[in-house]
């Protein structure tokens, strides 16, 4: 029976990804970077392993941001007045970003000034991923 990864440490690897295929780094120089295989880094990105607190600063500092930009959103496991856990966004939109489809998306869509246009672009993906079939989140 294989263990689940832990919610904090996918979350981590999803932004450290996010921020890498940002900066158009491959696995391969993040890992030259770390002195690590690309191996070693897609398990770091999926989750699998965990990243140690040193390793981390030292993955921020080459991704060129805080150490806080991996963890901005993340599940916080602190729970609220009603007993629930702070809510992040959901897992979906982190895993949407951490692809290069949705980091380009998301890169030409802000540079949109036009809000009238942004609306219009909005309206037609939403009718064509109705057309996919209801939303199975």
Same mark, same amino acid.
């Given at each position: ?9 996918? $979350? ?14 491959? /696995? ?8 690590? #295989?690309? /191996?070693?880094?897609?398990? $770091? ?11 981390? /600063?030292?993955?921020? &500092? ?9 963890? &901005? ?18 897992? $979906? ?5 951490? #692809? ?12 949109? #000034? ?24």
């Amino acid at each position: 029976m294989s263990k689940a990864p832990n919610p904090v440490d996918k $979350y981590v690897g999803s932004r450290v990804r996010m921020r890498r295929i940002m900066l158009g780094m491959s /696995q391969e120089k993040l890992g030259e970077a770390l002195g690590l #295989t690309f /191996q070693q880094v897609q398990k $770091y990105e999926k989750g699998t392993n965990r990243v140690g607190a040193s390793r981390i /600063q030292q993955i921020a &500092e080459i991704l060129q941001v805080p150490v806080s930009f991996l963890f &901005e959103g993340g599940p916080s496991g602190v729970a609220g007045p009603d007993g629930f856990a702070e809510g992040a966004s959901p897992s $979906y939109v982190s895993d949407f970003l951490a #692809t290069s489809e949705g980091l380009a998306l998301t890169k030409a869509f802000t540079r949109i #000034t036009d809000s009238k246009m942004r609306r219009s672009i909005v309206d037609l993906v939403e009718q064509i991923a109705a057309r996919e079939g209801p939303d199975k989140r």
